[in-house]
């Protein structure tokens, strides 16, 4: 998964969302060892100290911690990435929601589009 960033919010913050999402999804498993803050800076094109940053928030979030002679590592509390994992999917659920009240539906008629769309897509993966 690349480094995309948009331009309307802190780089720092777009950075914890997404090494987040890599924790959550596996790309950093629970204990692993995190790369450096220059190799994923040189790698998402964003100076050390705004990586470093991130770094230091996931920490105070409980999602990294320090070894002070081996590096940064993932938290070994599955309960913890977990807990992230739905914190995360509520928040696409509340902006999906509030998008869709933008269009004009409410929450029955969105999860009945979704059940809809569910169905459709079903005939389409065989």
């Known amino acids: 998964m690349g480094w995309k960033f948009q331009t309307d919010r802190p780089i720092y913050a777009q950075l914890v969302e997404q090494v987040k999402q890599k924790i959550i ?11 450096s803050v220059r190799e994923l800076a040189a790698e998402a094109s964003v100076n050390p100290n705004t990586m ?15 070894q002070r002679t081996s590096g940064r590592f993932v938290t070994e509390d599955q309960g913890r990435i977990t807990a992230m994992k739905e ?18 539906y ?11 769309s569910r169905k459709e897509g079903a005939g389409h993966e065989s």
């Open 87 to 104: 914190e995360l999917a509520r928040e696409l659920i509340r902006s999906f929601l509030e998008n869709m009240e933008q269009l004009g």
């Open 25 to 35: 999804t596996g790309v950093y498993p629970p204990g692993s060892k995190m790369p």
């Open 52 to 66: 470093q940053r991130a770094f230091s928030q996931l920490e105070q979030e409980g999602l990294l911690y320090t």
């Open 106 to 116: 409410t929450s029955s008629q969105a999860q009945e589009l979704i059940a809809k």
